[in-house]
C-alpha cells in the first residue's frame, strides 16, 4: 500500500466515525467495513452485496482492504449516510416497512432498490403499486389439505375493507374474504421453502387462519406486503382518530416473538408428550401438528407475574413419557403447562422469549376474560363474525347500552350501574376498545371480529 493509499485509508476510518456512518446506511448494522463511493454511503458486508447486484447504480469497496483514490474519498466526505437519507427518503410513507439486519434478505434487497434504484421515496407516482388503496395480482398459494402452490387470483381494497382470494382466474365469488382489520402478514422464507415466502394470517370462524404465499418477483411480494400494512394503517387511521402515527405503525404487521418445536402434554400431565411446532404471538402461544397447518390445534394465554403467571425451567419431578430433556413449566392461575425442548439452547430461547412477555405488565383491556388458558376450539360458535357493514360508522368506542338485543342481553347489573365507565383505548394485536363499568368489564374488538364478554 502506497503512503497515499494508507492516508486515504486513515481519511476513510475518520469519516466512519462521524454521526450517522458507524452504522449500516441501509440496515442499521453497525460498524460497516464497506462503502459506496458513488453514493457515498457507509454499508455492511450484507448490504454490500445487493449494492453489487445494482452495478449501474452503485460501486462497492472494502474501507479497510480496497485501495481508495483522493477523489473517492472526498465525494464520501462531502456525502456520508445522513446526507444519503436526506436525499433518497424524502416522501418514505409512514406505513412502508423499514427492514433492519434482523430481516430477511427479499425485504432488504427490495429496500436498497426502491432508495436507489427506482428512487422511490423521491417519486411519488413511483409508490403507487402499494399506496393506491387497491391491488390485484397472482400468488403462488399452499394447498390446505395437499401442500401444492397453485396459482391464485388476490384483490386487495381499501374501499371493501378486504383481502380476497380466487381459486379460478375467471371465478365470479371469492373462496376466501380476510377482513382488514383482522390481517397480518409475515416474511417466513424458511419455513416456506421460498426466499420469498409470504405467511398471511387473518380470522375465520373466529380462529386463526394461515395462509401461505410467495411470488418469484422479490418486488412484487414485497408490493403486496406493504400494500396490506397500507391498507392496515388507513383502516387503524379511520377506526382510531385520536392516535398518532408512531402509535399506529408498529401494529400494522407483526413479527413472531419466538417459532420452533417443543413437546407438550395434555392437561392431567399423564399423556404421552407429542412434537409440536409452536408459535408465539404476542400473550398467545400456538401450536400447531405442522408448521404449515391451515388452524392451530390450541392456544395458551400467557400473562404477567403480577397476575400469578411464572415459569420454571424445569419439570415436575414426577413427569413421565417426555423423550426431550429439557423442560420447561408455565404457571398459570389454572394450570400448568408442560413442555420440553431438544436442545439446551433452544431451551434458553424459549425461557427468554416468555420471561419477556411474563415481565411485561398486562394491559386493562388483557384482563377481561383472559385468566384461564383459551382454546382455539371454544370460540367456535361462541360469537359470530362482526359483518362489514356493523363497522361502518362504529369506529368509535361501542358503548354498553348500544349491545342491548343487538348480541346477547346485557346482564342486569349493568343497566343498574350509576356509575361514570372508564375507557382505554389500545391497539394491542387481536385488541381494540375497553370499557369498565364499575366492578363489570367488557372488551370490544375493533381489530378482531369477535365480542368477548366478561361479567
Known amino acids: 500500500m502506497t503512503a497515499e493509499q494508507e492516508i486515504n485509508r486513515r481519511r476513510l476510518l475518520e469519516l466512519q466515525a462521524r454521526p450517522g456512518n458507524g452504522n449500516c446506511a441501509d440496515c442499521g448494522a453497525s460498524d460497516p467495513t464497506w462503502a459506496s463511493f458513488i453514493l457515498g454511503v457507509f454499508v455492511c458486508q450484507n448490504c454490500s452485496g445487493i449494492h453489487r447486484s445494482i452495478p449501474h447504480v452503485s460501486k462497492i469497496k472494502s474501507v479497510v482492504m480496497d485501495p481508495w483514490h483522493a477523489s473517492e474519498v472526498k465525494l464520501m466526505s462531502a456525502l456520508g449516510n445522513n446526507a444519503a437519507k436526506v436525499k433518497y427518503e424524502q416522501r418514505v410513507p409512514p406505513f412502508y416497512y423499514k427492514p433492519t439486519f434482523l430481516d430477511c434478505h427479499v425485504l432488504l434487497e427490495q429496500w436498497v432498490r426502491a432508495r436507489y434504484e427506482r428512487n422511490e421515496f423521491v417519486c411519488v407516482d413511483k409508490q403507487e403499486p402499494y399506496s393506491t388503496g387497491y391491488r390485484e395480482g397472482f400468488l403462488w398459494k399452499r394447498g390446505r389439505d395437499n401442500g401444492q402452490f397453485l396459482n391464485r387470483k388476490f384483490i386487495l381494497s381499501e374501499r371493501e375493507g378486504v383481502l380476497k382470494y380466487f381459486n379460478k382466474h375467471d371465478a365470479r365469488e371469492p373462496k376466501a374474504i380476510m377482513k382488514i382489520q383482522t390481517l397480518n402478514a409475515t416474511f417466513q422464507p424458511s419455513k416456506i421453502g421460498n426466499p420469498h415466502g409470504l405467511q398471511i394470517t387473518y380470522l375465520k370462524d373466529n380462529s386463526t387462519r394461515n395462509i401461505f404465499v410467495y411470488h418469484e418477483d422479490g418486488k412484487e411480494i414485497v408490493d403486496w406486503f406493504n400494500a396490506i400494512r397500507a391498507a392496515r394503517f388507513h383502516y387503524l387511521q379511520v377506526a382510531f382518530p385520536g392516535a398518532s402515527e408512531s402509535d399506529l405503525v408498529p401494529k400494522l404487521t407483526r413479527n413472531y416473538v419466538k ?127 362482526v359483518l362489514s357493514q356493523e363497522f361502518a360508522g362504529r369506529h368509535r368506542p361501542v358503548l354498553s347500552q348500544e349491545f342491548a338485543g343487538r348480541h346477547r342481553p346485557v346482564h342486569t347489573q349493568a343497566s343498574e350501574m350509576k356509575q361514570h365507565y372508564t375507557l382505554y383505548t389500545d391497539l394491542s394485536p387481536g385488541v381494540g376498545s375497553f370499557i369498565q363499568l364499575g366492578p363489570l368489564c367488557m372488551r370490544v374488538f375493533a381489530a378482531t371480529p369477535y365480542l368477548d364478554y366478561s361479567f
Not at 412477555?357 to 384461564?372: K, S, T
Request: aromatic fraction near 14%; hydrophobic fraction near 30%; proline fraction near 9%.
Open 259 to 385: 417459532e420452533g418445536y417443543m413437546e407438550k402434554t395434555g392437561p392431567k400431565h399423564t399423556e404421552g408428550f407429542k412434537k409440536r411446532w409452536f408459535t408465539m404471538d404476542d400473550r398467545r402461544l400456538m401450536y400447531f401438528k405442522d408448521p404449515l397447518d391451515a388452524y392451530a390445534r390450541g392456544e395458551v394465554f400467557i400473562g404477567s407475574k403480577e397476575n400469578s403467571y411464572s415459569l420454571l425451567p424445569s419439570l415436575p419431578p414426577s413427569t413421565q413419557g417426555n423423550r426431550w430433556p429439557y423442560g420447561i413449566t408455565i404457571v398459570t392461575p389454572e394450570r400448568n403447562f408442560l413442555f420440553t425442548c431438544e436442545t439446551e439452547a433452544e431451551q434458553s430461547d424459549w425461557i427468554g422469549a416468555f420471561q419477556v412477555v411474563i415481565n411485561r405488565p398486562m394491559l386493562p383491556q388483557e384482563f377481561a376474560g383472559r385468566h384461564r388458558p383459551v382454546l382455539s376450539q371454544e370460540f367456535a360458535g361462541r360469537h359470530r363474525p
